[in-house]
Protein backbone atom coordinates (compact mmCIF):
# COMPACT_ATOMS: atom_id res chain seq x y z
CA UNK A 1 0.00 0.00 0.00
CA UNK A 2 1.22 3.17 -1.02
CA UNK A 3 1.84 5.96 1.95
CA UNK A 4 1.74 9.45 1.03
CA UNK A 5 1.01 13.11 2.94
CA UNK A 6 0.25 16.75 1.61
CA UNK A 7 -0.09 19.99 3.60
CA UNK A 8 -0.27 23.53 2.70
CA UNK A 9 0.69 27.12 4.86
CA UNK A 10 -2.24 28.63 3.26
CA UNK A 11 -3.62 30.42 0.10
CA UNK A 12 -2.76 34.16 0.55
CA UNK A 13 -0.65 36.98 -0.76
CA UNK A 14 2.79 35.55 0.24
CA UNK A 15 6.05 37.19 -1.05
CA UNK A 16 8.84 34.98 -2.47
CA UNK A 17 10.75 35.27 0.79
CA UNK A 18 7.79 34.17 2.47
CA UNK A 19 7.31 31.05 0.72
CA UNK A 20 10.29 29.63 0.95
CA UNK A 21 10.50 29.73 4.72
CA UNK A 22 7.49 28.44 4.70
CA UNK A 23 8.26 25.58 2.54
CA UNK A 24 11.13 24.62 4.90
CA UNK A 25 8.83 24.41 7.72
CA UNK A 26 6.53 22.33 5.79
CA UNK A 27 8.68 20.12 4.56
CA UNK A 28 9.79 19.28 8.11
CA UNK A 29 6.53 18.77 9.15
CA UNK A 30 6.13 15.97 5.77
CA UNK A 31 8.69 14.44 7.28
CA UNK A 32 6.89 14.20 10.65
CA UNK A 33 3.86 12.79 9.04
CA UNK A 34 5.83 10.16 6.69
CA UNK A 35 8.07 8.76 9.27
CA UNK A 36 4.45 8.06 11.20
CA UNK A 37 3.44 6.18 8.31
CA UNK A 38 6.54 4.56 7.80
CA UNK A 39 6.46 3.29 10.81
CA UNK A 40 2.51 1.91 10.20
CA UNK A 41 1.32 4.40 12.00
CA UNK A 42 -2.36 6.18 10.93
CA UNK A 43 -3.07 8.67 8.62
CA UNK A 44 -4.73 10.75 11.26
CA UNK A 45 -1.80 10.78 13.89
CA UNK A 46 0.68 11.65 10.80
CA UNK A 47 -2.20 14.58 9.81
CA UNK A 48 -2.21 15.78 13.76
CA UNK A 49 1.53 15.49 14.91
CA UNK A 50 2.25 17.43 11.33
CA UNK A 51 -0.05 20.09 12.15
CA UNK A 52 1.44 20.36 15.56
CA UNK A 53 4.47 20.95 14.17
CA UNK A 54 3.06 23.92 12.07
CA UNK A 55 1.13 24.91 15.09
CA UNK A 56 4.15 25.00 17.08
CA UNK A 57 6.41 26.99 14.24
CA UNK A 58 4.88 30.76 14.97
CA UNK A 59 4.93 31.23 11.30
CA UNK A 60 1.44 30.16 10.08
CA UNK A 61 -1.62 31.39 10.87
CA UNK A 62 -2.47 28.72 13.39
CA UNK A 63 -1.45 27.97 17.29
CA UNK A 64 1.45 29.96 18.26
CA UNK A 65 1.14 32.06 14.69
CA UNK A 66 -2.45 32.75 14.62
CA UNK A 67 -3.55 36.54 13.97
CA UNK A 68 -5.56 38.07 16.11
CA UNK A 69 -9.92 38.88 15.92
CA UNK A 70 -10.93 42.61 16.16
CA UNK A 71 -10.64 42.98 19.81
CA UNK A 72 -7.40 41.96 19.84
CA UNK A 73 -8.06 38.30 20.98
CA UNK A 74 -6.70 35.22 19.21
CA UNK A 75 -9.79 32.18 18.52
CA UNK A 76 -8.90 29.65 16.71
CA UNK A 77 -10.31 26.85 14.49
CA UNK A 78 -9.46 23.32 14.08
CA UNK A 79 -10.62 20.43 12.39
CA UNK A 80 -10.03 16.82 11.69
CA UNK A 81 -11.92 13.77 9.88
CA UNK A 82 -10.91 10.08 9.52
CA UNK A 83 -12.24 9.00 5.94
CA UNK A 84 -11.94 4.86 6.89
CA UNK A 85 -15.44 5.86 9.08
CA UNK A 86 -16.55 9.59 8.37
CA UNK A 87 -15.65 10.28 12.11
CA UNK A 88 -15.00 14.17 12.34
CA UNK A 89 -13.98 16.37 15.52
CA UNK A 90 -13.40 20.22 15.48
CA UNK A 91 -13.30 23.28 17.91
CA UNK A 92 -14.05 26.65 16.49
CA UNK A 93 -13.09 30.17 18.49
CA UNK A 94 -10.92 28.34 20.97
CA UNK A 95 -9.08 30.31 23.64
CA UNK A 96 -5.29 30.64 24.98
CA UNK A 97 -4.85 26.70 23.50
CA UNK A 98 -1.59 25.67 22.02
CA UNK A 99 -2.51 22.82 19.56
CA UNK A 100 -6.16 23.09 18.50
CA UNK A 101 -5.83 20.23 16.22
CA UNK A 102 -5.45 17.74 18.77
CA UNK A 103 -8.35 19.14 20.72
CA UNK A 104 -10.11 18.71 17.83
CA UNK A 105 -8.83 15.08 17.63
CA UNK A 106 -9.86 14.82 20.88
CA UNK A 107 -13.86 15.54 20.12
CA UNK A 108 -13.53 13.51 17.70
CA UNK A 109 -12.55 10.26 19.53
CA UNK A 110 -14.02 11.44 23.18
CA UNK A 111 -17.48 12.59 22.39
CA UNK A 112 -20.00 11.72 19.95
CA UNK A 113 -20.04 15.56 18.85
CA UNK A 114 -18.35 16.73 15.78
CA UNK A 115 -17.94 20.12 16.75
CA UNK A 116 -17.71 22.54 20.26
CA UNK A 117 -16.99 25.87 20.71
CA UNK A 118 -15.78 28.81 22.60
CA UNK A 119 -14.61 29.02 26.45
CA UNK A 120 -16.42 25.08 25.89
CA UNK A 121 -13.70 24.19 23.56
CA UNK A 122 -11.32 24.79 25.92
CA UNK A 123 -12.79 23.90 29.23
CA UNK A 124 -13.33 20.43 27.25
CA UNK A 125 -9.50 20.74 26.29
CA UNK A 126 -8.38 21.71 30.22
CA UNK A 127 -10.28 18.31 31.57
CA UNK A 128 -8.53 16.20 28.86
CA UNK A 129 -5.39 17.44 29.65
CA UNK A 130 -4.04 20.35 27.81
CA UNK A 131 -2.29 23.04 29.04
CA UNK A 132 -3.61 26.82 28.67
CA UNK A 133 -1.09 29.09 27.31
CA UNK A 134 -1.50 32.71 26.48
CA UNK A 135 0.14 33.22 22.91
CA UNK A 136 1.15 36.49 21.59
CA UNK A 137 0.12 38.62 19.01
CA UNK A 138 2.14 38.38 15.77
CA UNK A 139 3.18 41.10 13.85
CA UNK A 140 4.28 38.33 11.33
CA UNK A 141 0.92 38.67 9.28
CA UNK A 142 0.94 42.13 8.11
CA UNK A 143 3.17 41.54 5.64
CA UNK A 144 0.44 38.58 4.02
CA UNK A 145 -2.78 37.44 4.28
CA UNK A 146 -3.52 34.82 6.95
CA UNK A 147 -1.59 31.06 5.86
CA UNK A 148 -4.21 28.40 7.83
CA UNK A 149 -2.19 25.22 7.72
CA UNK A 150 -4.06 21.81 5.97
CA UNK A 151 -2.86 18.23 5.68
CA UNK A 152 -3.87 15.16 4.44
CA UNK A 153 -2.42 11.53 4.86
CA UNK A 154 -2.92 7.85 3.25
CA UNK A 155 -1.45 5.38 5.50
CA UNK A 156 -0.79 1.77 5.15
CA UNK A 157 -3.86 0.21 5.60
CA UNK A 158 -5.31 2.46 2.78
CA UNK A 159 -6.90 5.04 5.42
CA UNK A 160 -7.55 9.09 4.42
CA UNK A 161 -7.69 11.43 7.06
CA UNK A 162 -7.37 15.36 6.91
CA UNK A 163 -7.10 18.23 9.13
CA UNK A 164 -6.97 21.81 9.27
CA UNK A 165 -5.75 24.48 11.88
CA UNK A 166 -6.04 28.14 11.65
CA UNK A 167 -6.46 31.90 13.52
CA UNK A 168 -8.91 32.46 11.03
CA UNK A 169 -9.00 35.42 8.40
CA UNK A 170 -6.53 38.30 9.14
CA UNK A 171 -8.29 41.77 9.37
CA UNK A 172 -12.15 43.20 10.14
CA UNK A 173 -12.74 39.78 11.82
CA UNK A 174 -15.55 40.58 14.04
CA UNK A 175 -15.12 38.36 17.53
CA UNK A 176 -16.53 35.01 16.98
CA UNK A 177 -16.12 34.84 13.46
CA UNK A 178 -15.86 30.93 12.11
CA UNK A 179 -14.40 30.12 9.02
CA UNK A 180 -14.76 26.75 6.72
CA UNK A 181 -11.66 25.25 8.35
CA UNK A 182 -13.29 23.36 11.04
CA UNK A 183 -16.60 22.77 9.34
CA UNK A 184 -16.67 19.25 7.73
CA UNK A 185 -17.69 19.28 4.32
CA UNK A 186 -16.64 22.64 3.77
CA UNK A 187 -13.16 23.27 5.01
CA UNK A 188 -12.11 19.96 5.23
CA UNK A 189 -13.68 16.67 4.07
CA UNK A 190 -12.04 12.75 3.47
CA UNK A 191 -13.82 9.03 2.60
CA UNK A 192 -12.59 5.70 1.84
CA UNK A 193 -11.27 7.45 -1.54
CA UNK A 194 -10.26 10.96 -1.72
CA UNK A 195 -9.72 13.94 1.14
CA UNK A 196 -9.69 17.64 0.39
CA UNK A 197 -9.06 20.57 2.31
CA UNK A 198 -9.34 23.98 1.39
CA UNK A 199 -7.64 27.23 1.94
CA UNK A 200 -8.79 31.18 1.99
CA UNK A 201 -11.76 33.23 2.72
CA UNK A 202 -13.54 30.37 4.55
CA UNK A 203 -16.80 31.79 3.86
CA UNK A 204 -16.72 30.84 0.10
CA UNK A 205 -16.09 27.72 0.88
CA UNK A 206 -18.84 27.37 3.41
CA UNK A 207 -21.23 28.33 0.83
CA UNK A 208 -20.24 25.65 -1.73
CA UNK A 209 -19.74 23.44 0.15
CA UNK A 210 -16.32 22.71 -1.60
CA UNK A 211 -14.83 20.07 0.51
CA UNK A 212 -17.67 17.40 -0.21
CA UNK A 213 -17.89 18.40 -3.58
CA UNK A 214 -14.24 18.32 -4.35
CA UNK A 215 -13.85 14.78 -3.13
CA UNK A 216 -16.76 13.46 -5.18
CA UNK A 217 -15.60 15.16 -8.20
CA UNK A 218 -12.51 13.57 -7.73
CA UNK A 219 -14.40 9.83 -8.04
CA UNK A 220 -15.79 11.49 -11.86
CA UNK A 221 -12.45 12.93 -12.80
CA UNK A 222 -8.37 13.23 -12.40
CA UNK A 223 -7.87 15.21 -9.16
CA UNK A 224 -5.78 18.02 -11.09
CA UNK A 225 -9.49 18.69 -12.45
CA UNK A 226 -11.01 18.37 -9.32
CA UNK A 227 -9.07 20.96 -8.00
CA UNK A 228 -9.15 23.40 -11.03
CA UNK A 229 -13.17 22.59 -10.92
CA UNK A 230 -13.39 23.70 -7.47
CA UNK A 231 -11.82 26.74 -7.31
CA UNK A 232 -13.55 27.55 -10.50
CA UNK A 233 -16.77 27.03 -9.10
CA UNK A 234 -15.84 29.38 -5.88
CA UNK A 235 -14.82 31.93 -8.09
CA UNK A 236 -17.86 31.80 -9.98
CA UNK A 237 -20.58 31.45 -7.22
CA UNK A 238 -18.70 33.60 -4.66
CA UNK A 239 -15.99 36.30 -6.75
CA UNK A 240 -13.13 34.63 -3.99
CA UNK A 241 -10.00 33.30 -4.64
CA UNK A 242 -8.28 30.46 -2.93
CA UNK A 243 -6.33 27.34 -2.58
CA UNK A 244 -7.07 23.30 -2.48
CA UNK A 245 -5.00 20.11 -1.75
CA UNK A 246 -6.34 16.28 -2.12
CA UNK A 247 -5.41 13.21 -1.76
CA UNK A 248 -6.42 10.11 -2.80
CA UNK A 249 -6.50 6.19 -2.27
CA UNK A 250 -3.84 5.30 -4.68
CA UNK A 251 -1.45 8.29 -3.04
CA UNK A 252 -2.70 10.59 -6.14
CA UNK A 253 -2.45 13.89 -5.15
CA UNK A 254 -3.05 17.58 -6.81
CA UNK A 255 -2.86 21.21 -5.19
CA UNK A 256 -4.32 24.22 -6.89
CA UNK A 257 -4.58 27.85 -5.82
CA UNK A 258 -6.10 31.03 -7.38
CA UNK A 259 -4.62 33.41 -4.93
CA UNK A 260 -1.13 35.11 -5.60
CA UNK A 261 0.22 32.05 -3.72
CA UNK A 262 0.45 29.05 -1.90
CA UNK A 263 2.98 26.88 -0.52
CA UNK A 264 2.51 23.05 -0.11
CA UNK A 265 4.42 19.73 0.00
CA UNK A 266 3.50 16.56 -1.09
CA UNK A 267 5.93 13.27 -0.46
CA UNK A 268 5.53 9.70 -0.74
CA UNK A 269 6.77 7.24 0.81
N1 LIG B 1 -10.04 29.54 5.48
C1 LIG B 1 -9.58 30.24 6.65
C2 LIG B 1 -10.73 30.98 7.28
O1 LIG B 1 -11.54 31.51 6.54
C3 LIG B 1 -8.48 31.20 6.39
C4 LIG B 1 -7.35 30.71 5.49
O2 LIG B 1 -7.45 29.68 4.84
O3 LIG B 1 -6.30 31.36 5.46
O4 LIG B 1 -10.78 31.10 8.47
Request: proline residues 0%; charged residues 35%.
Given at each position: MAIAIILHGGAGDWNTYDTGKAKDILEKAAYIGLKILKNNGSSLDAVEKSINHLENS???????GSVTQNDGKIRMDAGIMDGSNLKCGAVAA?????NPISVARKVMEKTSHCLIVSKFAAEFAVKNGFKTIKIKPKQLFKKHSSDTVGAIALDKKGNIAVGNSTGGVYGKMIPGRVGDSPIAGAGYYADAYAGAATTGIGESFIRTVMSKQAVDMAKEKPLKDAVRTALKIVRQKTGCNGGIIMLDKNGDYAAHHTTKAMPWVYKKG
Open positions: GYFDAGLIEDIK
